[in-house]
Each structure stands twice: as C-alpha cells, then as structure tokens.
C-alpha cells in the first residue's frame, strides 16, 4: 500500500513540473497524471472495501450493495466515482467535477483537443481536488516492505524515513504529503472560473457571429430573421436524414416520405426541435450566472453543462456558416468567369 501511495506522490510531483512550464502540451500530461492517481486511487479503495468492509466499512450509514462494489472493480471510471460517493468518501460536487476532468482529459488524450485557455486551470484544479480525494481516503490497512526504497520525489514530501517509522507513522506522513502538494497547486494562483468564462463568453460570440453572417448574406429573398437561422441549421440536415423522415411521419407530414428540400420546407414551419428561437440571450444569461460563481466545483459543472447542452445547436451553426460561405465564394468565382 505504502509503494502505490509513493508513486501517486511521484506521479502528482511531476504533474507540478508540468504545469510550473504553462505550456499547453505539457498542461495535456499533467491532467493525464492526475487522472491516473485519482483512478488509480479510487480502484485501491474499491479493493479495500471490498476486502475489509464487513470489519471496517460496513456501517448502516456507508453500507454498499455488491452490484455496486463490483461494477468499481472494473474497468468503468464512472462506477468507481459512484461508489465512492454512495460510501461518503467524497461528495455529490467532487463527484461531478472529477467524472468532468476525467472527460477532459478523455478529449485531449483521445481526441487530441487542446482547450485552449482552460487545461491549464483545469488541470490545477484536478490536482487539487485529487489531493483532497487523497485526504479523504484513509487505508485501513498499511504495509511496508524492508527492502523497499523511497523515490526522490516522494522524499521531498516524506522526509528521510526507516521501514519502521513509515509503517507506524504512514497516515499522518502521507496526510501531510497530500496536503503540502495541494497547497504548491494553489500557490500557482490559477483562476479557473475567470478561464472558463472567458471561454464560454468566446463559445457564445462565435455562435452570435455566425447567426449574423447567415442572417445577413444569406441569398434568400426578404428578411431573414435570426430565429430563421436557427431553426434552418437544424432543420436542413434532419430534412436530409432519417431522422428527419421519422419525425415528419409521427407529426402529420402528408406528402412523400423521402429526404429532400420538399421535407425541409415542411420542417421549418414544423420544427419543434431543441431550440426554436434565437438562444444567445438565454446564453448570455448562463454566462453571468457562470461569472458570479464564487464555488469552483459549480462554476465548472455550470461550464461543462452549458458545453454539453448547446454542443449539437452551436455545431449546425457553424456547419451552416460553412456552407454559406462555400455558396459565396462559388458566386465569386462565376462571376470572375472561373
């Protein structure tokens, strides 16, 4: 037990190193690290209590069905946070941030998405949070091999220590060591809400950019209203697919059931789809709710929900603003005779 919690030390030392730089890529490694420490972390404690429950965990209070226990034991990420909130080693908002830092660090190992401006914070903030997951969780049980050595990095918060001091003196050394990595991450003076309302004030005026340039370079006769646009980027691809053909079917369509601009011009009078009228007021709305947060674990659930939320509207908006300017530079090019 006494090794794996070294190496977390190792691997959250070495996650400071990367964000001391304040370079995007390394931003990338450090929240990988942390992820790590806190799956790791977390599938040690669904061993223990699987192991040591009945003795030491099982009060009516924290008491857990073995459908849950085992689902932790597994590969799924999401089980083990469940299974450490329904047992009251973290709370309802820890859980939430950490299943969300645990996605991003998914986007940006998997999908290769930098999140400028916010990986940096994000990043810092994991860090933070998993050294109060580490706080939090306290081994009921410790071992420590003779032959065992302690690692530069992990000395630096341990201090020099014999096999035996280490076993009897464990808890309190790592508590310690938890607690001074958590407060070298807060020194760094990252300010995440303020990194996240930047961005979602940048997500939001990207959006009303592109509503403007359709609603005003669109080649449709008369006025064109921002509603209009809105309603047109989702409508157009579902008039072009499946989707578009079963909805038509179940909501009183009475022509020819196929994909086409037939079922789009249907649709648009229709339409009663995720968003029917211009949303970025209501964004706006979101965004000063967001800066007026003074708790980091809300801010962030308020930031990754509003993302999540408007992901499909903001991407046919853009997908629409593509095609737009596609069709003009194809008008340009007749008239220059190419």
């Not at 309802?92 to 941030?97: I, L, V």
């Not at 081994?139 to 990095?153: D, E, K, L, M, V």
């Not at 929900?305 to 408007?310: A, L, P, V, W």
Request: net charge neutral.
């Amino acid at each position: 037990m006494i090794r794996e919690l070294c190496d977390h030390i190792d691997q959250l030392d070495l996650a400071l190193d990367q964000l001391a730089l304040k370079d995007r890529n390394f931003d990338r490694f450090a929240i990988m690290l942390v992820d790590n420490v806190v799956e790791l972390a977390l599938h040690q404690y669904a061993k223990h209590r699987k192991l040591f429950g009945r003795r030491w965990f099982d009060d009516t209070e924290n008491r857990v069905n073995d459908r849950v226990l085992e689902a932790a034991l597994g590969q799924d990420f999401d089980a083990k946070v469940t299974l450490a909130l329904q047992t009251g080693l973290i709370t309802a908002p820890w859980s939430r941030s950490i299943n969300w830092l645990h996605s991003f660090r998914n986007s940006s190992y998997h999908a290769g998405l930098r999140h400028e401006g916010i990986l940096h914070s994000l990043a810092n903030f994991y860090l933070v949070t998993c050294c109060d997951l580490l706080v939090a969780y306290k081994p009921s049980s410790w071992s420590y091999g003779s032959q065992q050595t302690i690692s530069h990095r992990a000395a630096k918060y341990l201090g020099h220590t014999d096999g035996l001091r280490m076993l009897f003196d464990a808890a309190e050394l790592f508590e310690a060591a938890w607690m001074r990595i958590r407060v070298v991450a807060v020194n760094m003076k990252c300010n995440m809400i303020a990194d996240l309302v930047r961005d979602m004030s940048r997500t939001i005026d990207e959006a009303d950019e592109q509503i403007k340039f359709v609603a005003t370079n669109s080649p449709r006769r008369g006025e064109y209203s921002r509603r209009q646009v809105v309603i047109d980027a989702q409508v157009w691809p579902l008039a072009f697919s499946e989707e578009g053909v079963e909805y038509a079917r179940k909501n009183g369509y009475t022509g020819r059931l196929v994909q086409g601009p037939a079922l789009a011009t249907w649709l648009e009078g229709n339409f009663r789809g995720p968003s029917t009228v211009d949303p970025i007021p209501g964004w706006k709305r979101r965004l000063r709710s967001l800066s007026e947060e003074k708790d980091e674990h809300a801010a962030l659930d308020k930031y990754c929900n509003f993302i999540r939320q408007t992901q499909a509207l903001r991407d046919a908006l853009s997908d629409q603003e593509a095609r737009l300017d596609q069709y003009i530079q194809e008008q340009i090019d007749i008239i220059r005779g190419k």
